[in-house]
């Protein structure tokens, strides 16, 4: 378990006085204080840490976020922002002493423009919501976390969220043109627009996946594409997990970029096929489900080249959908994994890391060994197409030794990632899970420098602190050695 | 013109001495110092600018620009990092006390890797070598900047560049994956790497379009892409630009992404006409040359809706290539546009102004306004589709006067880019040309908070000053209002 910062005794005497400006600023239903009511607000998607905040306020509009953000500067009190509250690594995790600040009530479409393909959205817009507004007109949203039914499109900025069909159209990143930003200081910023290019530094890329520790975002405008004219799946069923690894490589390496390559192991076949008789292979170690899209005949030429390629490495059997309604059969177990994970063993840990794709057979080979190791057993299931991986480690939290056998299990997964040339981070972000492996990717002048940058937004280290950062090392780090003279 | 900070004189005093360490670091050829071969550095591609530096060191290896910029740092002198000097904002631009770093000597392709589709390469390597290296094997690397046969990636990263095909595959932020990067302090770090995502902050996003002022970067791993099967294009010529603009917006809201779509005006048809005998329409206003890529039946499919879009524009002429030979026809006279406009006027301002798509009928009927009330041609010739405009102010520069004139014409259509929700530039940077103008775009507390980004990398303010910001508030900017107890 990782360790959050000591509250500030201050501030947790002034509680009262602070729930009473919170309430003058945001009137009405926007401030919780309650005990019971901050129950849902004291964890997020990463359930194994809690913590009760000090009050959540819930604004409705971006002059109540800053203003909010003046009282908390003047104050000097934490705060931590929130959206749907679905981050699996622990990035909207409260603080004792800290502010939660709900982006929940900002949920409006603000703009729609079609001739400029952009939607202007306030933070609180569900993932799908925004999809779900241009729909009619034949457009979307493309980044799709799994989560996009509940998740905000200001987290999905915060941190730079991903999805199974980002290996076509990238993650959040690559899909945002601006945002309306309150800094520490409660000053409202302009980032990007309706553009593609930024004058002056690209500070757009550096708030997205800032993790809610630079400032808070209320409004975002997102590019939206032409929905395909359609898509389909095949389903390609291996004999070991390192020649599903290797298909998959293959496949990339051909440079075909299929709109998603989805892995899952025997263990996660098993799970799935239980759970939604999808039809699943169950004597194949390992299976692919990859999508393409567009135009019928392309959607053959595509699917025909990666049979192909399949075909190489001594399939089990090889499934192309031939409709929408094969493809979402195809699909449908798939998206239930996680959910059928679930009920074959008490409690998994969901890792997140990224690796280079050409490295899959190896990583994947070195997870089956630690596995076996540890004696705990993991479910694959993952975006195999960018590298992106997801092992279930599988543990009892009710066990003490499996909990500590599953962590280290996850922390080794992670290390192993950084060894071969990839990240500690897909899709999921650092937040408290991965904070104190920081040092595991970069070098310590490395992380000084990232902490400087924070500095240059937040010296005081109110803005999410005890994420990102390993805690020994948060607060402003010293400015870069004084010249000699 | 604009003004550069005065030299520092305890600088300029040791001149000697610099030169000397800076030998003994990079022995050999190395370092330049003799004011006749200062010559070739004291400008880029913005002539209008000439400043000889201080010296010039051209290092062959990542310790050697280590050992440079500790030796800099230490002894309190300004460095101005250059690759093939093809700046058109004059982010190369020398002081009098600056040591100029030139990277065009380390200019090593260091891996291909085709599994993970990137390539790893030495930051003097030239934008189209990395394709050179990779064509064989049916790669290409994809941002194409006007200048790609001399310009490096090193500083298309620095300045974000990008080209006539970005439309579709995006600019060099959207295109790279990592850099080795040489801190102020001459510290050495890896940003990003061979994996999607970052963990902390997306540093590798603020690194690039940082225009020199935070750190040097030396190494560069880009994504490499499978060139197309095949690519054709189309001309259409229209009755007025305003047309052609909106003939622009609805190709691009129809939701097709050609690969390249430029538009050129009735003085910029005429001179590449007079240049290429490409066989242009003379008797247009404005014509477009739109690009699309794919499989035969793709070509045709694609060209097929955007020649019926065209129609409903009443086009005086659709001009489909059939072939790649008609199609390199049709080319032929706008990649020799920047020429070919030289020949009719004695000078010319090449402006970098992005807007949003749907504006570019209003846009450019503002632009001919302006161009009659200064009583100064103008030549629009630009990526059109992304919004990217390239209007080429043709003036005297022997004629003060008509300089002026140029010189204010040329911010006001900056002005009017910002005013219709657009950006100061699109590729060419900020650089010196339009440093003064950057409060155009932002406020003064955005502004503020950028200049403290600088200062978290650079607090003496030592790398590539003079530049991106006003003048007046260079310097690392104060930090946010200290909190009221």
Not at 151 to 173: Q, R
Not at 241 to 268: K, N, Q, Y
């Amino acid at each position: 378990m990782i360790a959050l910062p000591p509250p500030k005794p201050e501030v947790l005497a002034r509680r009262e006085a602070i729930v009473a400006a919170l309430r003058a600023i945001v009137p009405g239903e926007g401030v919780i204080s309650a005990p019971v009511e901050l129950k849902p607000y004291e964890t997020d998607g990463l359930t194994a840490y809690r913590q009760p905040p000090l009050a959540v306020v819930l604004p409705t509009s971006t002059g109540q976020v800053a203003a909010v953000m003046r009282y908390c500067h003047a104050n000097g009190i934490r705060v931590v922002p929130r959206g749907a509250g679905t981050s699996l690594s622990g990035g909207a995790l409260p603080l004792a002493d800290a502010v939660v600040i709900g982006l929940m009530r900002m949920n409006r479409i603000l703009e729609v423009d079609y001739d400029n393909r952009l939607a202007v959205v306030e933070a609180g817009v569900t993932n799908l919501g925004i999809t779900a507004a241009v729909a009619e007109r034949g457009f979307f949203y493309a980044p799709d976390p799994s989560s996009q039914l509940a998740c905000m499109i200001g987290g999905n900025v915060m941190m730079n969220s991903g999805g199974a069909h980002c290996l076509k159209y990238g993650v959040t990143a690559n899909n945002l043109l601006g945002v309306k930003f309150v800094t520490v200081e409660g000053e409202v910023v302009e980032i990007g627009g309706r553009h593609l290019d930024a004058a002056g530094y690209d500070w757009l890329g550096l708030i997205t996946g800032s993790e809610g520790q630079l400032g808070i975002v209320t409004e975002v405008t997102v590019r939206i594409l032409p929905s395909p004219e359609g898509a389909r799946a095949m389903l390609a069923a291996f004999r070991s997990i390192e020649v599903a690894g290797a298909a998959v490589a293959a496949i990339i390496g051909s440079g075909i970029i299929p709109v998603a390559l989805e892995f899952m192991d025997r263990p996660c076949i098993h799970a799935c096929e239980a759970f939604a008789h999808a039809g699943y292979p169950l004597d194949a170690e390992a299976m692919l489900i990859i999508e393409v899209e567009g135009s019928e005949a392309e959607q053959d030429m595509l699917l025909g080249r990666i049979r192909a390629i399949c075909g190489r490495f001594d399939p089990i059997s090889l499934r192309v959908a031939r409709t929408a309604e094969e493809s979402a059969a195809i699909w449908k177990g798939r998206k239930g994994a996680f959910g059928a994970v679930g009920r074959i063993s008490p409690d998994y840990l969901c890792m997140d890391g990224t690796i280079p794709t050409s490295e899959l057979p190896r990583v994947l080979g070195r997870i089956g060994e630690m596995s076996r190791a540890y004696g705990l057993q993991v479910a694959n299931v993952f975006h195999a197409g960018d590298g992106n991986l997801h092992p279930l480690i599988l543990f009892d939290a009710n066990d003490p030794e499996s909990t500590r056998k599953a962590e280290a299990f996850g922390a080794d997964i992670l290390r192993l990632c950084v060894e071969v040339g990839g990240c500690l981070t897909g899709e999921h972000g650092v937040g408290v899970e991965k904070r104190d492996l920081m040092g595991v990717q970069f070098l310590p002048h490395e992380l000084a420098q990232q902490r400087r940058i924070k500095g240059a937004f937040d010296p005081d280290w109110l803005l999410n602190p005890s994420k990102v950062f390993p805690l020994e090392g948060e607060g402003a780090a010293p400015a870069p050695a004084a010249r000699a003279a």
